[in-house]
C-alpha cells in the first residue's frame, strides 16, 4: 500500500465516529505498537501516521488492525481495545480465539473443562510452547487447581488473571525477531496496556458497573471496572490508575470415568468393563479483583520513564462431589459381574450383583482458600540520545502464586452389595447407569471402604527479576535502515517447597461422628449432561466436611510431609541479540540473531540419590512416606537462534511474505523436577528428567495478503515448525543407588533402572491459514478463518494440543447508536496428555457468543455479553492400544450473561 494511500485511510477511520463509550479516548499506542511491529525507517513513518487514528468503533478498529499488521514486516495479527470491548470477551484469552492459527483451552491440568478460556496455544501446538507478554516482558503466573501447583507445572501462562479491561493493544507474533524475548517456539502473544501520556484529554475517566447471570446456578453477580487518567497540560507527566472487581458463580454438571478401564477374566478372555463411572457435581465461587498503575514522565524533550505495576488476584473456593460405581472393590468382595454386551474386548453393558461391601465409593472434596495470583512492576527509560540513535531500558519483578492451603475431604464407600449397572452408548453420548439403593440420603454409607486424602499447605510461587538494555541506530541512506541491539538476564524461580498429605486418624469411621444433617444436588442436575444416572444425590457441605476433617485428619505437618510434590527450579537465562532491519522499494524486512545461555539448578526429590545428580541429601527421615533424597542437577546450555522476515508488496494491496527463524522453548518445570519413584525388586521406576534438553524449533512461514478494502482482507498462509528435543515420555535407562542391594551388601550399590520419564522426541507441526474479513456497506461486516494443522511426534505418537481443524465465523453490525456481533468458534479433537497411562484426548468443541450495544448517550452506553450461548458439551476419551477409543468424561458449565453500564468522561 503507498503511503498516498494509507495516509487516506487513516484519515477516514479518524472520521468514522461511531460515539461508542468504550471507545479508546486516546492516540492508540504509537510506541507500543511500533515497538512490537515495526522495523524499518518506512514502517516507522506508517506507525507514527496510523497512532494519530483516535478509534471508536468496531470498523474503525478493524481498519487499524489491519494497517498495523500490512505495515509490520513479520506476521503479527493485532487486536486493539476496542475490538476487546465489542466482543464477547471476559479475559485475553477470549479475544484472541478468534484470530486464525489461535487455539483456547479452558483447563491447565487434568480438572476438566470450564467456561471460561484459561490458555491460549498458536498453530497447533502445546500452550507451553507459546510465549505470554505483557509490554515486551514475561509475566509470573499463577494456578489455582492442585494438579498445575504440584503435578503438571507448564510454562504457560492462565488467562484467567488477564481481564480484558487490562487492554490497550495485543500483538500475536507468529514468525520470530532477534528482540522478541525467547520462549515461544510456535509464536509469542504481546499484551500492550495504556499509558497516561497517550490520552488524548488531560482528564479521563471510565467505569463500568453490571452483573453477571450464570445459568446453571441460578444467581447473578456484580462486576465491575474502572479507569482513571490524569496529565497534565503539557503533556510531561501522567497519571493512571485502573481496578477491577468481578464476582461469579459456576457450576459443571458431569460425568467422569475416574478409574479407567480395568481388566476382568471371563471364559479365559480378557475384558475390560468401566471402573468408577462417577455422577460429579462442581462448584465454585470465583473472585477476580486488582488493578494498574501506570506513572509516565517526559523528564526531558528526549527521555521518557515510565513506572507499571498490575496486581490481579482470583480467589477459587471450589467443592467437587463425585459419586461413583465401584466395581472392582464389588468384585474383590464376593459379587459377581455379568457381561450384557461386549463391543470388542469392552463390556459396554454389564451387571454386578451380590458382594459383602460397598458397591460405590463418594469422594466429597472442598478447597477453600484456593486461589491463585499475578503481579509485576517495570521500570522503562526511553531515551533518544540524537536523531539517529536511541536506547531503552527495563527493570522489572513478577510474581504469581498458586495456593491450596486446605483441602477438606471425606472418601465413603456406600452401597454396600448393591447392583451396579451400565450401558455405554459410545464417545459421544454419557454412560447410562445405575447404583442401587437410596442415592438420596447417606444412610448407606461404608466409612471402613473410605479414606481422608488431600494435600494441604501447597503455596506454588513463580518469580523472575530482570533487566534489559536495547538500542537502535538508524541510516539515512541505502537499504540498511537500522541496527538494534540488546542484552537481557533474568533470575527466574518455580518451586512448591511444601505440601502435607492428609490421612484419617481418630475415630472418624464411627458413625455417631458423623453430621446428622445433608444436602442434596440440585434440581436439573445432569439434565444438560444427558443420559440416565443418579441425580439427587446427598453431599455435606463445605463446612460439615471442614469440621469433620478439623476432628478427624492428620495433618501433622512432618509426619504426613509429602515429599513427592516438592520441587525447585532456577533458571538464569541471559540473552543478547543484533537485529538489522532494511527498506528498499517495495520491500523490507530484518536479519537477525538471538544468543541464549541458561544455566539452571533443578532440585527434586526422590526414593534414592541418583548417579549423575551435582548433589544428594539424604536419606531425609520423619515423612509417614518414607524417607527420601533432595537432589540437584546443574546444567547449562546455549543456544544462537537466527531469524529473517521478508516483505514484498507485489502491488499496492497484495503483499507476500516469508520468514525463517529457529526458536527456543525450556522444558516444563513437573517434566524437569518430578519426583522419581523407584522399585528395586524389578530395576524401573518413574519420575520427571532433569536431563531434558530444551526444545529447538526450525519455523518457516509464507503468507499472501490481499487488503482490498480499508476494512477487507484476503489472506493465506502455509507453515512448518520441525521440533528437535520435543518432550514426550518413554522409557530410559537411568543409574541410581539400589537401597535394598545396598542395605544387604553393607556399601554402597549403583544399578541401572528402566525408567518411565519424560524424554527428548522429535516432531513436526504444519499447518494451512485462511483469513477473510469483508466490509458489508456501511455498518455490517463478516470475518471468517480457517486453520488446518498436523502434527506428529517420533513413531507417530500424537503432539499435544493439535486440533486438525479450527474456525471462527462472526459478523457484526454498528451505527451511531447500536452495535452487535455474533461469534462461532470451533475447534476439532486434540491429543490433551496423559490418564492412567493412556492417551486422552478432547473432543471437538464448538461455541457461539454474543454482544450488544446501545450508546444512550455521549457519556453512557449498555452493553450485553452471552458467552457458551449454545451451552456446549465438553467431551473428552481416552485412547488405548489395549481396549481402543472409550469414554473418559462429559461437562456442561451453563450460559453466562453480563449486562453491564458503561460510563466516560
Known amino acids: 500500500m503507498s503511503h498516498r494511500k494509507l495516509l487516506a485511510a487513516s484519515i477516514i477511520a479518524g472520521l468514522c465516529f461511531t460515539g461508542t463509550l468504550h471507545a479508546q479516548d486516546a492516540a492508540q499506542t504509537g510506541s507500543a505498537t511500533q515497538s512490537s511491529t515495526d522495523q524499518g525507517r518506512a514502517d516507522k513513518t506508517k506507525a ?19 494497517q498495523l499488521k500490512q505495515a509490520s514486516d513479520s506476521h503479527v495479527e493485532i487486536v486493539t481495545a476496542e475490538d476487546v470491548g465489542k466482543l464477547p470477551a471476559k479475559n485475553v484469552a477470549d479475544t484472541l480465539q478468534r484470530l486464525p492459527g489461535v487455539n483456547i483451552s479452558s483447563s491447565s491440568a487434568h480438572e476438566g473443562g470450564f467456561d471460561e478460556s484459561d490458555r491460549v496455544s498458536l498453530r497447533g501446538t502445546n500452550p507451553d510452547l507459546t510465549q505470554t507478554l505483557v509490554n515486551g516482558h514475561t509475566v509470573g503466573t499463577g494456578d489455582w487447581f492442585v494438579l498445575s501447583q504440584t503435578q503438571t507445572v507448564g510454562r504457560s501462562v492462565s488467562y484467567s488473571l488477564l481481564p480484558s479491561e487490562i487492554v490497550n493493544q495485543v500483538v500475536v507474533h507468529k514468525t520470530s525477531e532477534a528482540k522478541l524475548v525467547e520462549g515461544g517456539s510456535a509464536g509469542s502473544v504481546d499484551i500492550i496496556t495504556r499509558k497516561p501520556l497517550e490520552f488524548a484529554k488531560q482528564v479521563t475517566g471510565q467505569a463500568s458497573i453490571g ?36 464476582e461469579r458463580s459456576l457450576q459443571r454438571d458431569g460425568q467422569e470415568v475416574v478409574g479407567g ?73 464376593g459379587a459377581t459381574l455379568t457381561p450384557n454386551a461386549i463391543n470388542g474386548n469392552v ?16 469422594d466429597m472434596i472442598s478447597r477453600p482458600g484456593a486461589s491463585s495470583s499475578s503481579q509485576y512492576w517495570t521500570l522503562d527509560a526511553d531515551w533518544r540520545v540524537t536523531d539517529h540513535l536511541s536506547f531503552k531500558g527495563q527493570a522489572g519483578t513478577t510474581l504469581g502464586r498458586g495456593n491450596s492451603p486446605t483441602q477438606d475431604v471425606l472418601e465413603l464407600g456406600t452401597q454396600r452389595g448393591a447392583d451396579i449397572n451400565w450401558n455405554m452408548r459410545g464417545l459421544g453420548k454419557p454412560i447410562n447407569w445405575s447404583l442401587g439403593g437410596d442415592n438420596s440420603s447417606p444412610n448407606a454409607i461404608v466409612p471402613t471402604a473410605g479414606w481422608i486424602f488431600g494435600e494441604n499447605g501447597i503455596h506454588a510461587k513463580d518469580k523472575e527479576n530482570w533487566f534489559s538494555g536495547a538500542g537502535e541506530l538508524d541510516f539515512d541512506e541505502g537499504a540498511l535502515a537500522s541496527l538494534e541491539f540488546g542484552v537481557r538476564y533474568a533470575d527466574h524461580t518455580r518451586e512448591n517447597l511444601n505440601s502435607i498429605a492428609q490421612g484419617p486418624t481418630g475415630d472418624w469411621t ?42 478427624f485428619a492428620n495433618r501433622d505437618p512432618v509426619a504426613r510431609f509429602y515429599f513427592n510434590d516438592i520441587y525447585k527450579v532456577n533458571e538464569k537465562d541471559g540473552a543478547a541479540y543484533l537485529q538489522a532491519n532494511f527498506s528498499g522499494d517495495r520491500w523490507s524486512g530484518n536479519v537477525g540473531a538471538r544468543y541464549v545461555s541458561t544455566r539452571e539448578n533443578i532440585s527434586y526429590s526422590s526414593t534414592a540419590p ?64 518430578g519426583f522419581v519413584s523407584l522399585d528395586d525388586l524389578t530395576h524401573t521406576g518413574s519420575g520427571g528428567n532433569p536431563q531434558l534438553k530444551p526444545l529447538i524449533s526450525t519455523n518457516f512461514d509464507a503468507s ?100 486438525k481443524n479450527t474456525f471462527n465465523v462472526s459478523g457484526y453490525f454498528e451505527n451511531k447508536l447500536f452495535n452487535a456481533r455474533v461469534s462461532y468458534t470451533y475447534r476439532s479433537s486434540f491429543y490433551d496428555g496423559v490418564s492412567h497411562t493412556d492417551n486422552y484426548y478432547q473432543s471437538g468443541i464448538g461455541n457461539l457468543a454474543l454482544s450488544l450495544g446501545y450508546n444512550v448517550n455521549d457519556w453512557m452506553a449498555i452493553t450485553f455479553d452471552a458467552m457458551n450461548l449454545n451451552n456446549p458439551t465438553l467431551k473428552y476419551y481416552v485412547k ?20 453491564n453500564l458503561r460510563f466516560k468522561f
Do not use: C
Not at 463390556?347 to 463418594?362: E, K, L, P, R
Not at 535394598?740 to 494451512?768: E, I, L, R
Not at 488405548?880 to 453480563?898: H, I, L
Open 347 to 362: 463390556i459396554t453393558s454389564g451387571t454386578v450383583t451380590g458382594g459383602t461391601d460397598a458397591s460405590g465409593v463418594y
Open 48 to 66: 507514527k501516521e496510523l497512532g494519530t487514528v483516535t478509534v471508536v468503533g468496531i470498523r474503525d478498529s478493524e481498519a487499524e488492525s489491519l
Open 880 to 899: 488405548s492400544d489395549t481396549y481402543g477409543k472409550q469414554p473418559y468424561a462429559f461437562y456442561v458449565n451453563g450460559r453466562q450473561y453480563y449486562l
Open 510 to 551: 464411627n458413625l455417631a461422628n458423623y453430621p446428622t444433617s445433608w444436602s442434596n444436588y440440585p434440581g436439573g442436575f445432569g439434565s444438560d449432561v444427558g443420559g440416565t444416572f443418579p441425580r439427587n444425590i446427598w453431599y455435606y457441605t463445605p463446612g460439615q466436611l471442614a469440621d469433620f476433617d478439623a476432628q
Open 261 to 333: 478401564y480395568a481388566p476382568f477374566t471371563s471364559g479365559g478372555r480378557t475384558l475390560y468393563y468401566p471402573e468408577e463411572i462417577g455422577a460429579v457435581l462442581f462448584t465454585q465461587k470465583r473472585k477476580r479483583e486488582g488493578g494498574a498503575v501506570d506513572l509516565e514522565w517526559k523528564a526531558t524533550d528526549n527521555l521518557t520513564l515510565d513506572l507499571n505495576g498490575f496486581y490481579s488476584k482470583l480467589k477459587a473456593d471450589n467443592y467437587n462431589r463425585n459419586y461413583m460405581t465401584w466395581v472392582g472393590h464389588a468384585l474383590a468382595n
Open 704 to 803: 499472501l495478503e490481499w487488503y482490498f478494502a480499508p476494512r477487507g482482507l484476503v489472506s493465506v498462509g502455509v507453515y512448518e515448525m520441525s521440533l528437535n528435543d520435543y518432550v514426550g515420555f518413554g522409557n530410559e535407562d537411568r543409574v541410581y543407588k539400589d537401597m535394598q542391594a545396598s542395605q544387604a551388601a553393607g556399601h554402597d550399590v549403583f544399578n541401572t533402572y528402566s525408567v518411565t520419564v519424560p524424554h527428548n522426541v522429535d516432531g513436526n507441526v504444519k499447518g494451512v491459514e485462511l483469513n477473510y474479513i469483508q466490509p458489508i456497506g456501511d455498518n455490517f461486516g463478516v470475518q471468517a478463518n480457517y486453520t488446518f494443522a498436523s502434527s506428529h511426534a517420533d513413531n507417530d505418537q500424537p503432539l499435544q494440543g493439535t486440533s
Open 211 to 246: 452483573g453477571v447471570y450464570s445459568d446453571l446456578p441460578s444467581n447473578t453477580k456484580p462486576q465491575f471496572d474502572g479507569l482513571f487518567n490524569w496529565k497534565n497540560d503539557s503533556n510531561t507527566f501522567g497519571a493512571m490508575v485502573q481496578a477491577f472487581y468481578e
Open 610 to 673: 541418583a548417579a549423575n545428580v551435582s548433589s544428594s541429601v539424604g536419606p531425609i527421615t520423619g515423612s509417614a512416606f518414607g524417607d527420601y533424597y533432595w537432589n540437584t542437577y546443574k546444567h547449562t546450555y546455549s543456544k544462537l537462534l537466527p531469524s529473517v522476515n521478508l516483505k514484498f508488496e507485489l502491488s499496492e494491496d497484495v503483499l507476500a511474505r516469508f520468514a525463517a527463524s529457529q526458536t527456543l522453548t525450556r522444558p516444563d518445570y513437573s517434566s524437569l523436577a
